[in-house]
């Protein structure tokens, strides 16, 4: 994850790398629980793509959550190339962020606590990195598929951004933005620690719990 060039900025539309008009092939099935991975989805499950550092490690925190997300998959979003490769998206040309699609129930898993998850599985506050792995791609960010999921992702940035602050921690960083589009990662990296379970992952928390649920009052930002 660490061998390609990375860049500092977002790329411009005119310097973005061209990209292609056809999808990547990639898996069909999940790996671990075999639900298709472009669906179709069940009635009632909704999409949100979370992007919090290497998607290799990120994945893994969301399908191995106790209230059983329908499926999980890695791939590109919120950038400027259509269908850019893994390499084109390390180069920093293609603007995309590494992210987790997540196929979830809101009746069994509410999006605060899938949210809680996001947070303190990464530390929000360091802009176009993750400890050790640098670059654009490694932003955090929140993509949403409806003003709904919106709003609740506005009110739990804004009160994790005061429970980071009240430990001594710098402004939270995450982006929030629609999903206007999503790029399946190639098949390797499907469930990459599935597959790989000695493999690479180089996320780290801040250990500041994320207030969600019940008592933990009404934000905005």
């Known amino acids: 994850m660490l061998f390609f060039r990375k860049r500092a900025e977002m790329p411009s539309a005119a310097d973005a790398l061209p990209g292609r008009q056809t999808p990547l092939p990639t898996a069909e099935r999940h790996f671990v629980n075999g639900n298709p991975l472009k669906g179709p989805y069940p009635p009632g499950v909704e999409t949100i793509a979370l992007g919090l550092g290497c998607f290799w490690g990120a994945e893994r925190k969301f399908w191995q959550l106790p209230e059983r997300v329908f499926v999980t998959a890695v791939g590109y979003a919120a950038g400027i190339t259509p269908n850019p490769t893994y390499e084109e998206v390390c180069s920093g ?58 709003e ?42 599935a597959k790989n379970p000695a493999g690479y992952c180089g996320l780290g928390g801040t250990g500041v719990s994320c207030p969600v649920g019940l008592g933990a009052g009404v934000a905005a930002a």
């Open 93 to 150: 040309l293609t603007g995309h962020n590494e992210v987790v699609l997540v196929a979830y129930d809101p009746a069994v898993l509410p999006l605060e606590s899938l949210l809680g998850t996001f947070f303190e599985s990464h530390d929000p506050t360091q802009g176009y990195r993750q400890g050790n792995d640098t670059g654009t791609q490694y932003r955090s960010g929140i993509y949403t598929t409806s003003e709904a999921q919106a």
């Open 152 to 193: 609740t992702a506005h009110a739990v940035r804004a009160r994790y951004g005061q429970a980071l602050a009240e430990q001594g921690y710098g402004a939270i960083t995450t982006e929030i933005a629609p999903l206007t589009a999503f790029y399946f990662a190639e098949d390797y990296h499907q469930q990459y620690l």
